[in-house]
């Protein structure tokens, strides 16, 4: 499992009963999470000096019960080999819909693998910027972890919103002047339009969600949709790239899962190495692992 273990401004406090403590910067929240069933006594004071608590509802979604948390907050991640003069990125945080804050704090694992190959590959050919595509986006964690570490970055995400929040997270982040392109637009027609334009990048980024609409209303299952869009943007990486990743938050898409289709496609063409496995946070009060997801990894060979 890769742990997401080097932040400062999150931490998974306790897990008891279908629901998790969480420290972001300041503020104590208690979300659901699928993965925690078990009921184990909770001690952790903080159950009981919450800031804001999601309720699931039995008919579906649910809805905040706050008690003291402002409109929008931040926190801030320290990526490990940059100098320490580096602005850290910088998120803006706030309460919406079906208990989401606007980050995933464990994809931290995957912002420092990928962006110490973004800065292994600017040592060994500083002339030679890479370029990197940011699929399905949303806030832009990966997007402003990639440009700190040197890259030039296109971040493609269906929603408005989540393009202009990413904006703001960049700001945030001393990251306003970096090349960023900012585009919104459905993840699998830009790809497309990108293949006919002969374009191509150094590492692949893709967050896929279990099921969404783009901007004019089409469908995404990931089930059905994954495995040719990874088909596609395999033929966008350059000769020389660095690194494919893709997320999975869905039970059906294992690591195994995972590895398989970047083995059959990626690794096909280009060789190098791929891996997979579960992605997750320590939990303070236990010592467990919080599993959240599943990452897929291909790196290329160093040229």
């Excluded at 269906?158 to 202009?164: N, Q």
């Excluded at 089930?223 to 999975?248: D, G, K, Y």
């Excluded at 791929?274 to 997801?293: D, F, H, K, N, T």
Aim: aromatic share 12%.
């Amino acid at each position: 499992m890769w742990i997401a273990d080097n932040w400062k401004d999150y931490e998974v406090l306790d897990t008891s009963g279908g629901e998790k403590l969480e420290r972001w910067g300041n503020y104590i929240l208690v979300r659901p999470d699928p993965q925690v069933i078990w009921n184990t006594p909770r001690r952790h004071k903080g159950w009981s000096s919450r800031n804001a608590h999601y309720h699931r509802s039995a008919k579906g979604g649910g809805e905040w019960e706050f008690f003291n948390l402002p409109d929008e907050w931040t926190v801030s991640y320290i990526l490990p080999g940059l100098p320490p003069s580096t602005h850290p990125l910088t998120f803006r945080l706030k309460p919406f819909s079906f208990k989401h804050t606007g980050l995933f704090p464990e994809q931290a694992a995957n912002w420092n693998w990928f962006s110490g190959l973004i800065q292994d590959s600017l040592k060994r050919h500083p002339e030679r910027q890479p370029k990197i595509l940011n699929l399905f986006a949303y806030t832009g964690g990966a997007t402003l972890a990639a440009a700190a570490a040197g890259a030039a970055v296109t971040h493609v995400d269906a929603s408005k919103g989540m393009v202009g929040w990413a904006r703001e997270n960049a700001v945030s982040s001393g990251l306003a002047d970096a090349p960023v392109r900012w585009l919104v637009d459905d993840c699998i027609k830009f790809v497309e339009r990108e293949i006919r334009r002969g374009n191509q990048y150094d590492g692949i980024i893709m967050d896929p969600p279990s099921y969404g609409r783009g901007p004019k209303g089409e469908i995404w299952k990931i089930e059905e949709s994954i495995w040719p869009l990874i088909q596609s943007a395999t033929q966008l990486l350059s000769e020389s790239a660095l690194f494919f990743l893709i997320n999975s938050y869905t039970t059906g898409l294992q690591p195994a899962v995972l590895s398989y289709m970047l083995g059959t496609t990626v690794a096909k063409r280009l060789q190098g190495h791929v891996e997979a496995a579960e992605i997750g946070l320590p939990v303070q009060e236990s010592g467990l692992i919080l599993p959240c997801g599943a990452s897929g990894r291909w790196s290329g060979n160093r040229k």
